[in-house]
């Protein structure tokens, strides 16, 4: 689309700002709370800590000039701005990652979403919103090996029945209850705010949900927006769990979702050396409007997407289990 953008596109790091982390940044960090999560970040020689800020590093230059607000926000001393904040930067480096040319914050239409990315000729819009709270709490010391970074387990969907009838149990104040009540509204929200962007200029579009340490974020999305899990057999033995696409958010209010082309989760990982790596699932929509292309792929994802070989068709993921990567290798 000629003329899409406000700024060129670009996921190289030729001509790179003023690092991220400057002095004046560290003194700032210095003076917050000792519990503030960016003094923590910014401070900490925790290998962990350490790894996370050479990433940012590196995802830094793609802001571009978002990149002023961006990190006065990741300053903030309360989670929930860094956190956001930390969400942005990160999910530019995963896009860039994936092989996309990335924008922060385009002018289109007088909206300014907060990326636009293209890979083979193929526009995407995409949101995104940090969603955290049920997992390891923020910056905490890595556990020791064998045990494990939250103390909190996924509830299964069979156990996601009831409130506002779309798989999501009545708010018992537990972290799982919670949290799935927030998705149902971050989704909700991002759709809205963002439904006629995308169907005017017919761009698919991916809310991007950052998880932090979380681990459950991807089933309660899919429990959301495909309704009651069922199990089936697995290949490696046991079972697992299927969603009917005919079921849940994204078919039963499809004048508020088919806008919607796919969720995309994705979070850190603890590792024992305190690398910093992420894992990400991509829940596709079956019913958008307009369909992520199949050039525009992420190889480094776990997509959960509809099998048509058998019937009924079924939503199933491609692998099991969701692989560890670099957003930014080590040099």
């Given amino acids: 689309m000629a003329g899409l953008h406000s700024s060129p596109l670009s996921?190289?790091?030729?001509?790179?700002?003023?690092?991220?982390?400057?002095?004046?940044?560290?003194?700032?960090?210095?003076?917050?709370?000792?519990?503030?999560?960016?003094?923590?970040?910014?401070?900490?020689?925790?290998?962990e800590?350490?790894?996370?800020?050479?990433?940012?590093?590196?995802?830094?230059?793609?802001?571009?000039?978002?990149?002023?607000?961006?990190?006065?926000?990741?300053?903030?001393?309360?989670?929930?701005?860094?956190?956001?904040?930390?969400?942005?930067?990160?999910?530019?480096?995963?896009?860039?990652?994936?092989?996309?040319?990335?924008?922060?914050?385009?002018?289109?239409?007088?909206?300014?979403?907060?990326?636009?990315?293209?890979?083979?000729?193929?526009?995407?819009?995409?949101?995104?919103?940090?969603?955290?709270?049920?997992?390891?709490?923020p910056w905490r010391d890595r556990p020791q090996p064998g045990k494990p970074s939250s103390p909190v387990s996924p509830r299964r969907g069979s156990e996601l029945i009831g409130a506002r009838g779309w798989g999501l149990a009545a708010t018992n104040g537990t972290p799982q209850d919670a949290l799935a009540d927030t998705l149902v509204r971050v989704l909700e929200r991002k759709a809205d705010a963002y439904r006629d962007l995308a169907r005017a200029r017919r761009l698919p579009y991916v809310i991007c949900l950052y998880q932090d340490t979380d681990s459950q974020v991807s089933s309660l999305v899919c429990d959301l927006v495909f309704g009651r899990s069922q199990p089936e057999p697995s290949s490696r033995g046991g079972f697992r769990q299927v969603h009917d696409p005919k079921a849940g958010l994204f078919w039963f209010t499809p004048?508020?979702?088919?806008?919607?082309?796919?969720?995309?989760?994705?979070?850190?990982?603890?590792?024992?050396?305190?690398?910093?790596?992420?894992?990400?699932?991509?829940?596709?929509?079956?019913?958008?409007?307009?369909?992520?292309?199949?050039?525009?792929d992420f190889p480094d994802l776990r997509t959960y997407r509809i099998t048509r070989r058998v019937q009924p068709a079924r939503m199933r993921w491609n692998r099991e289990e969701s692989d560890a990567f670099e957003i930014a290798p080590h040099p």
């Fill in 49 to 137: 800590a350490k790894d996370m800020r050479r990433v940012l590093e590196h995802c830094w230059p793609l802001a571009g000039d978002a990149g002023g607000p961006l990190r006065t926000m990741l300053m903030h001393e309360h989670w929930g701005q860094h956190s956001g904040a930390l969400a942005h930067l990160l999910a530019l480096g995963l896009f860039a990652r994936e092989g996309f040319e990335v924008s922060a914050e385009p002018s289109l239409d007088d909206q300014s979403p907060d990326i636009l990315v293209r890979k083979a000729g193929h526009d995407v819009l995409v949101e995104v919103r940090a969603v955290t709270g049920a997992g390891a709490a």
């Fill in 11 to 47: 996921s190289s790091f030729d001509g790179r700002p003023a690092p991220l982390f400057t002095r004046d940044v560290l003194e700032e960090a210095e003076d917050q709370e000792p519990g503030s999560p960016f003094r923590r970040l910014a401070l900490s020689r925790d290998p």
């Fill in 255 to 296: 004048d508020r979702f088919r806008c919607v082309s796919a969720v995309l989760v994705f979070g850190r990982l603890d590792t024992e050396e305190g690398d910093m790596r992420v894992v990400g699932d991509l829940i596709i929509n079956p019913w958008a409007g307009q369909p992520l292309p199949a050039a525009a």
